[in-house]
């Protein structure tokens, strides 16, 4: 609702949020607040010779308002018309109306009050700020920094530890290009230290660190001051071992135009043209869900993927038939909950009301100066502000990957409606991954769920491939394919013919094994080559396809594989179907890993010597090598309790020193650290072997024994909005531990206390048993993660549709540039029989829809 539209805006002066003239009495029922600040904003002719306002009216200075509407103000003025502002006091029930500025009848507060309202920047800036949050200062070190001429390139994936297998919390030193991972926090960041170690071995203090590498800069961290410091000449230091981000800066500021601006660099083969119709008459087209959403800058991935989901059944009858109710059970504010802010949204979208024709006469004005009056749509600036919030990309003004922010709304769909119908389970489907080793021949079956299907686009497969390496050939032997040239590395090929990939080749490349590198083979009991293949075990209600067009060079430029695929009107992916296990196939053994037990927790005595009469040697697990002997000496000698030891030669497998001290710092923290080491025998009792819970930590003690919550741990708990009665069971059935409470929550959420009983009754039972790192489980999630070990048990737990496997296409999102970071979206919905192009504010029927150039695509089931 905007000041502009018909009945103006509605804000409270005790909470000071806004709301339309249709709502402001059902938020006074619901309050209590009675004083509202009542704005509109009308267009009049501006008087002849006059400056515009008046004693009783307000001339419009919103800064704010202004910067946004510059191109539509200078039309206004060019036909003599201005926007003026009106402003009253309403006092609830009576609605009594007190015309401002009154300084005669109204309090000096209240009228100092009503001013501030009125200049307010209703949208403030949220700029992505440094992760810490202070100071950073210049690093006096980078700038003679003497870095290494040793020929390191970094990839731009696929990064490790040089001494261990952290994959996480990865630090490249500026000097030599050796990756180390940093220390381990608190929070559960990975990592044994040895950046540090790296730097008291050499002397090299700059290290960057690998996730923060982006075109606006990365974390640099000094080890010598101990801080995160400011590296100058980080472009060029990075640019020393293949890191060519400055590249990905050009490539923003050439594609990273304002709405409705066309590039200074030409997409390759009318790319741009071609998407948004350029050359074709479109006509416009008004009415119930066909309101475009204004482009706040770079934020066309977020207006396409919603005007998809705002055209599927079930998204309209979840968020807009359920709008009363929604409203009716929002907080008190409305602006960070998130499915108020969906419902009205969809409200606006399917509504109408911001997306009217024009009146006859502007429209023949239009007609006669042959242009077309840019239409206002939907501001979808608090939407945005509530599904950004906490994450710094989608909070920044840049362009982002559409299929990246479809994953999130998905996720705070399902995160907001726990235990209600979520719509987005219409996309969710089950994957069986078949894995077979390649030594023993057996095989294993485990199953995931996924919302979309990611087809990789394989170039090899083009139809036109000889034109392609003709084209090519001749390229390169021209002045512009050689370095340096007009056409070289970074310059223009935009005569390059497209490759045409069939779709079938897309399916197939989805369908084809791929290798996997060291899976651990329960037969082998140890490390082998295996093979894994994807199909599915369900079909969805809507298939979502992502082509895998983005990809990154060796030197971190981004790269989009300019492609045209051939996506079908219907599709049936039948043959795609899991069957699971077939005839003359055999299972690899379904062998846990060991757990570990308390010593005397169920009357059974630790394996070894007996108490009081443990040496060295009696501590190693049964069967321990002469190696795995000096290992143990080795963790005995830098001080580390013996039990603790002995545990983490038993769970790292022997494999080495650093692979039992990633086991050692991984588990220091826990209360069971120094507990001896139990195995615990094959559970004889068949029931309770299938209903035993596997869990992931240390089998704690009784819920009656355990030491009371801390009463801050409480209190944390119920500020994230869970009750006191939760909170206190989370935290006793998670030994007190604060992080792993919160996950339990999130992982099992409840809404009355018969699932507590039931958490209470499963902590209790005997028919559990112990794991490695976690908290107790239901006995009904535990079945669903034993077939998916791989995910959570609520994700598996979730029902999901399932069906023929034939499809019809509704929609498709299209993207133009060269990266997923820069460059514009529009998207194609099929509506009434016919296709429809949403280019921002402007929705018009599409004359020639290029399916071929889709990025993503929006399939819906065909029920015959």
Same mark, same amino acid.
């Given at each position: 609702?905007?000041?502009?539209?018909?009945?103006?805006?509605?804000?409270?002066?005790?909470?000071?949020?806004?709301?339309?003239?249709?709502?402001?009495?059902?938020?006074?029922?619901?309050?209590?607040?009675?004083?509202?600040?009542?704005?509109?904003?009308?267009?009049?002719?501006?008087?002849?010779?006059?400056?515009?306002?008046?004693?009783?009216?307000i001339?419009?200075?919103?800064?704010?308002?202004?910067?946004?509407?510059?191109?539509?103000?200078?039309?206004?003025?060019?036909?003599?018309?201005?926007?003026?502002?009106?402003?009253?006091?309403?006092?609830f029930?009576?609605?009594?109306?007190?015309?401002?500025?009154?300084?005669?009848?109204?309090?000096?507060?209240?009228?100092?009050?009503?001013?501030?309202?009125?200049?307010?920047?209703?949208?403030?800036?949220?700029g992505?700020?440094p992760?810490?949050?202070?100071?950073?200062?210049?690093?006096?070190?980078?700038?003679?920094? $003497?870095?290494?001429?040793?020929?390191?390139?970094?990839?731009?994936?696929?990064?490790?530890?040089?001494?261990?297998d952290?994959?996480?919390?990865?630090?490249?030193?500026?000097?030599?290009?050796?990756?180390?991972?940093?220390?381990?926090?608190?929070?559960?960041?990975?990592?044994?230290?040895?950046?540090?170690?790296?730097?008291v071995?050499?002397?090299?203090?700059?290290?960057?660190r690998?996730?923060?590498?982006?075109?606006?800069?990365?974390?640099?961290f000094?080890?010598?001051?101990?801080?995160?410091?400011?590296?100058?000449?980080?472009?060029?230091?990075?640019?020393?071992?293949?890191?060519?981000?400055?590249?990905?800066?050009?490539?923003?500021?050439?594609?990273?135009?304002?709405?409705g601006?066309?590039?200074?660099?030409?997409?390759?083969?009318?790319?741009?043209?071609?998407?948004?119709?350029?050359?074709?008459?479109?006509?416009?087209?008004?009415?119930?869900?066909?309101?475009?959403?204004?482009?706040?800058?770079?934020?066309?991935?977020?207006?396409?993927?919603?005007q998809?989901?705002?055209?599927?059944?079930?998204?309209?009858?979840?968020?807009?038939?359920?709008?009363?109710?929604?409203?009716?059970?929002?907080?008190?504010?409305?602006?960070r909950?998130?499915?108020t802010?969906?419902?009205?949204?969809?409200?606006?979208?399917? &509504?109408?009301?911001?997306?009217?024709?024009?009146?006859?006469a502007?429209?023949?004005?239009q007609?006669?100066?042959?242009?077309?009056?840019?239409?206002?749509?939907?501001?979808?600036?608090?939407?945005?502000?509530?599904?950004?919030?906490?994450?710094?990309?989608?909070?920044?003004?840049?362009?982002?990957?559409?299929?990246?922010?479809l994953?999130?709304?998905?996720?705070?769909?399902?995160?907001?409606?726990?235990?209600?119908?979520?719509?987005?389970?219409?996309?969710?489907?089950?994957?069986?991954?078949?894995?077979?080793?390649?030594?023993?021949?057996?095989?294993?079956?485990?199953?995931?769920?996924?919302?979309?299907?990611?087809?990789?686009?394989?170039?090899?497969?083009?139809?036109?491939?000889?034109?392609?390496l003709?084209?090519?050939r001749?390229?390169?032997?021209?002045?512009?394919?050689?370095?340096?040239?007009?056409?070289?590395?970074?310059?223009?090929t935009?005569?390059?013919?497209?490759?045409?990939?069939?779709?079938?080749?897309?399916?197939?490349?989805f369908?084809?094994?791929?290798?996997?590198?060291?899976?651990?083979?329960?037969?082998?009991?140890?490390?082998?080559?295996?093979?894994?293949?994807?199909?599915?075990?369900?079909?969805?209600?809507?298939?979502?396809?992502?082509?895998?067009?983005?990809?990154?060079?060796?030197?971190?430029?981004?790269?989009?594989?300019?492609?045209?695929?051939?996506?079908?009107?219907?599709?049936?992916?039948?043959?795609?179907?899991?069957?699971?296990?077939?005839?003359?196939e055999?299972?690899?053994?379904?062998?846990?890993?060991?757990?570990?037990?308390?010593t005397?927790?169920?009357?059974?005595?630790?394996?070894?010597?007996?108490?009081?009469?443990?040496?060295?040697t009696?501590?190693?697990?049964?069967?321990?090598?002469?190696?795995?002997?000096?290992?143990?000496? $080795?963790?005995?000698?830098?001080?580390?309790?013996?039990?603790?030891?002995?545990?983490?030669?038993?769970?790292?497998g022997?494999?080495?020193?650093?692979?039992?001290?990633?086991?050692?710092?991984?588990h220091?923290?826990? &209360?069971?650290?120094?507990?001896?080491?139990?195995?615990?025998?094959?559970?004889?009792?068949?029931?309770?072997?299938?209903?035993?819970?596997?869990?992931?930590?240390?089998?704690?003690?009784?819920?009656?024994?355990?030491?009371?919550?801390p009463?801050?741990?409480?209190?944390?708990?119920?500020?994230?909005?869970?009750?006191?009665?939760?909170?206190?069971?989370?935290?006793?059935?998670n030994?007190?531990?604060?992080?792993?409470?919160?996950?339990?929550?999130?992982?099992?959420?409840?809404?009355?206390?018969?699932?507590d009983?039931?958490?209470?009754?499963?902590?209790?039972?005997?028919?559990?048993?112990?794991?490695?790192?976690?908290?107790?489980?239901?006995?009904?999630?535990?079945?669903?993660?034993?077939?998916?070990?791989?995910?959570?048990?609520?994700?598996?737990?979730?029902?999901?549709?399932?069906?023929?496997?034939?499809?019809?296409?509704?929609?498709?999102?299209?993207?133009?540039?060269?990266?997923?970071?820069?460059?514009?979206?529009?998207?194609?919905?099929r509506?009434?029989?016919?296709?429809?192009?949403?280019?921002?504010?402007?929705?018009?029927? &599409?004359?020639?829809?290029?399916?071929?150039?889709?990025?993503?695509?929006?399939?819906?089931?065909?029920?015959?």
């Open positions: 609702m905007a000041k502009e539209s018909k009945g103006g805006v509605y804000v409270c002066m005790n909470t000071f949020l806004g709301f339309g003239p249709e709502y402001v009495e059902k938020h006074y029922r619901k309050t209590g607040q009675s004083v509202y600040l009542h704005v509109q904003r009308t267009l009049r002719e501006k008087p002849q010779g006059a400056c515009g306002g008046g004693n009783e009216e001339a419009d200075e919103d800064p704010a308002e202004e910067v946004e509407e510059e191109n539509e103000d200078e039309n206004f003025k060019e036909k003599g018309l201005e926007w003026v502002r009106e402003a009253w006091l309403v006092v029930p009576e609605q009594i109306e007190i015309r401002l500025p009154n300084i005669e009848e109204l309090p000096a507060m209240v009228s100092i009050a009503c001013d501030a309202v009125l200049r307010a920047d209703p949208y403030p800036c949220h992505a700020e992760w810490d949050s202070e100071f950073r200062q210049i690093s006096h070190q980078a700038e003679n920094l $003497q870095q290494l001429d040793n020929g390191v390139c970094i990839p731009p994936s696929g990064w490790r530890c040089a001494c261990c952290v994959k996480k919390n990865l630090w490249l030193n500026l000097s030599d290009g050796e990756i180390r991972c940093g220390r381990k926090y608190v929070d559960g960041t990975e990592g044994n230290g040895h950046a540090l170690l790296h730097f071995e050499t002397g090299h203090s700059l290290a960057v690998m996730a923060s590498i982006s075109p606006d800069g990365a974390d640099v000094s080890f010598e001051k101990d801080e995160i410091v400011i590296d100058p000449k980080l472009s060029e230091h990075l640019e020393h071992f293949g890191i060519n981000i400055m590249c990905q800066k050009t490539q923003e500021a050439e594609w990273g135009l304002g709405p601006r066309r590039p200074t660099m030409e997409p390759r083969a009318s790319e741009w043209d071609t998407l948004q119709e350029s050359g074709l008459k479109l006509k416009p087209v008004y009415g119930p869900g066909y309101t475009g959403l204004r482009n706040l800058g770079h934020s066309a991935y977020l207006s396409t993927v919603m998809v989901l705002f055209s599927i059944t079930e998204f309209q009858r979840r968020y807009v038939g359920g709008l009363n109710k929604i409203f009716d059970e929002s907080p008190l504010d409305p602006t909950d998130f499915n802010q969906m419902a009205k949204l969809g409200q606006g979208l399917l &509504s109408g009301q911001y997306s009217k024709p024009p009146y006859k502007e429209l023949i004005e007609v006669s100066r042959e242009e077309q009056q840019p239409r206002r749509g939907v501001c979808p600036r608090m939407f945005k502000e509530v599904v950004s919030c906490g994450h710094p990309e989608f909070l920044s003004g840049r362009q982002q990957d559409a299929a990246e922010f994953k999130h709304i998905i996720v705070l769909i399902e995160a907001s409606n726990w235990g209600l119908d979520v719509t987005s389970r219409v996309f969710c489907f089950r994957v069986e991954e078949r894995i077979q080793c390649c030594q023993s021949r057996k095989v294993k079956y485990r199953h995931r769920m996924d919302h979309m299907i990611h087809l990789p686009v394989p170039p090899e497969a083009a139809l036109n491939k000889d034109q392609l003709e084209w090519d001749q390229w390169r032997g021209s002045e512009s394919g050689r370095p340096g040239g007009p056409g070289g590395p970074g310059g223009q935009a005569g390059r013919p497209r490759a045409r990939i069939p779709f079938g080749a897309c399916l197939q490349a369908a084809e094994p791929e290798n996997v590198d060291d899976f651990w083979s329960s037969e082998l009991q140890a490390r082998a080559m295996a093979v894994k293949s994807t199909r599915f075990a369900t079909f969805p209600d809507y298939l979502i396809i992502h082509l895998k067009k983005f990809t990154f060079g060796q030197d971190w430029i981004p790269q989009k594989v300019d492609v045209s695929v051939d996506m079908p009107d219907e599709l049936d992916i039948t043959k795609l179907k899991g069957v699971g296990l077939r005839p003359g055999k299972e690899l053994p379904d062998i846990a890993p060991p757990t570990l037990r308390p005397g927790l169920l009357g059974r005595p630790t394996l070894g010597c007996p108490p009081g009469q443990e040496t060295d009696a501590l190693l697990p049964p069967g321990a090598s002469f190696v795995e002997e000096s290992i143990f000496e $080795q963790l005995l000698e830098m001080g580390f309790p013996k039990e603790a030891c002995r545990k983490a030669l038993y769970y790292s022997g494999l080495g020193i650093d692979h039992a001290l990633d086991w050692i710092f991984s220091m923290d826990e &209360s069971d650290f120094a507990e001896p080491l139990v195995l615990v025998d094959k559970v004889e009792d068949k029931e309770e072997e299938e209903d035993g819970v596997i869990l992931g930590g240390a089998w704690g003690p009784k819920l009656s024994s355990q030491a009371p919550p009463e801050e741990s409480v209190a944390l708990i119920v500020c994230m909005g869970f009750t006191r009665q939760r909170a206190f069971k989370a935290l006793q059935a030994n007190n531990n604060l992080e792993r409470a919160t996950n339990w929550l999130l992982a099992f959420p409840s809404d009355g206390d018969d699932d009983e039931d958490i209470d009754a499963a902590a209790r039972s005997k028919k559990a048993e112990p794991h490695q790192n976690g908290p107790l489980r239901p006995k009904s999630a535990n079945r669903v993660s034993q077939q998916s070990p791989d995910n959570s048990a609520n994700q598996n737990a979730l029902p999901v549709s399932d069906g023929p496997g034939r499809y019809r296409l509704f929609a498709f999102i299209s993207h133009m540039g060269p990266s997923a970071k820069c460059g514009h979206y529009v998207c194609h919905v509506k009434e029989g016919r296709w429809v192009i949403y280019n921002d504010e402007k929705v018009s029927i &599409s004359e020639k829809p290029p399916k071929d150039l889709g990025y993503l695509y929006f399939y819906k089931r065909i029920c015959s």
